[in-house]
T-cell receptor
Framework: DTEVTQTPKHLVMGMTNKKSLKCEQH?????MYWYKQKAKKPPELMFV???????INESVPSRFSPECPNSSLLNLHLHALQPEDSALYLC????????????FGSGTRLTVV | QKEVEQDPGPLSVPEGAIVSLNCTYS??????FMWYRQYSRKGPELLMY????GNKEDGRFTAQVDKSSKYISLFIRDSQPSDSATYLC???????????FGGGTRLMVKP
């Protein structure tokens, strides 16, 4: 299995909702990442997990809360989002933090209304 | 100055043309150089990588790195409509264990 699987593929949520994005990989990778990508822009790093521990938080607002329950799973919990948070949220993984070859999922297209 | 600069395009070429995509970077500590291809509404897909100056070829694709000029290129020969996508250069800095993306170039290959 050489894939990163993200669910759901699409999500529409209101500003008062709570939702979660899920990411799963079974490649034995020990580093996992959340990126945010706005239209016609490159991916922007949000969070990095290394060996299930949060190692980088790129000054992301607290309405985004990551969680890494085990080495294969990564969640992003969403609460009280704003319309400007609408974007494609990408999960990626790599063998470890020093590895340069990232595998990306197809992303969750999030719309906040 | 951004760490990685890339012309956003769009670049429109006829089918069969040779395409040249380019990035410049500012940090000489960067060590690994990658090209990702991203189709609309999909995640980036690793296309090619290299870590030394020179050329690396894979089928119709050639990645070129010139560390002295801090310049990387991706050449696509015999371009196909299926090559229409956004191409992102990405550079990995071993010191910071970070992947830095260029802004992406949107390529359109017309039949």
């Amino acid at each position: 299995d050489t894939e990163v699987t993200q669910t759901p593929k699409h999500l529409v949520m209101g500003m008062t909702n709570k939702k979660s994005l899920k990411c799963e990989q079974h490649m034995g990778h020990r580093a996992m990442y959340w990126y945010k990508q706005k239209a016609k822009k490159p991916p922007e790093l949000m969070f990095v997990y290394s060996y299930e521990k949060l190692s980088i938080n790129e000054s992301v607002p607290s309405r985004f809360s990551p969680e890494c329950p085990n080495s294969s799973l990564l969640n992003l919990h969403l609460h009280a989002l704003q319309p400007e948070d609408s974007a494609l949220y990408l999960c990626a993984s790599s063998q470890d933090r020093s590895a340069w070859g990232y595998t990306f999922g197809s992303g969750t297209r999030l719309t906040v209304v | 100055q951004k760490e990685v600069e890339q012309d956003p395009g769009p670049l429109s070429v006829p089918e069969g043309a040779i395409v040249s995509l380019n990035c410049t970077y500012s940090n000489s500590a960067f060590q690994y150089f990658m090209w990702y291809r991203q189709y609309s509404r999909k995640g980036p897909e690793l296309l090619m990588y290299t870590y030394s100056s020179g050329n690396k070829e894979d089928g119709r694709f050639t990645a070129q790195v010139d560390k002295s000029s801090k310049y990387i290129s991706l050449f696509i020969r015999d371009s196909q409509p299926s090559d229409s996508a956004t191409y992102l250069c990405a550079i990995h800095n071993n010191a910071g264990n970070m992947l830095t993306f260029g802004g992406g170039t949107r390529l359109m290959v017309k039949p």
